[in-house]
């Protein structure tokens, strides 16, 4: 397989085409959303089929998103602060290194 091609864009390098590609987080394109705070996506043109990763900054009382259902499992590693968590009508405080894990 051949290595995909990092394209540089305003908001950071998003790779172009399928293949390898090596990219720093710092370098890579982030999204900003007033209200969901800053995410650093990896994914191009080509999605991810089987795992998405991404890592999301969010400032005090900023939600990680609306609440929803997947389809598939999804998962949660908190680096640094602390959150709540709210899954099924139950809340749970979270701190470093804290992983969540929800099946589908």
Not at 18 to 33: I, L, S, T
Not at 46 to 70: D, S
Request: charged share 25%; with cysteine.
């Amino acid at each position: 397989m051949r290595e995909a091609k990092l394209v540089r864009t305003e908001t950071g390098l998003v790779p172009e085409g399928e293949g390898w590609y090596v990219v720093n987080a710092r370098e890579a394109r982030w999204v900003r959303h007033p209200k969901f705070g800053s995410a650093c996506t990896f994914e191009g043109d080509v999605p991810f089929e089987q795992l998405g990763i991404n890592v999301q900054v969010l400032g005090p009382g900023q939600p990680n998103c609306l609440y929803h259902r997947e389809n598939l499992q999804e998962d949660f590693l908190v680096l640094a602060g602390r959150c709540l968590l709210l899954v099924e009508g139950e809340e749970r405080q979270l701190g470093p290194w804290d992983f969540v894990h929800s099946p589908p």
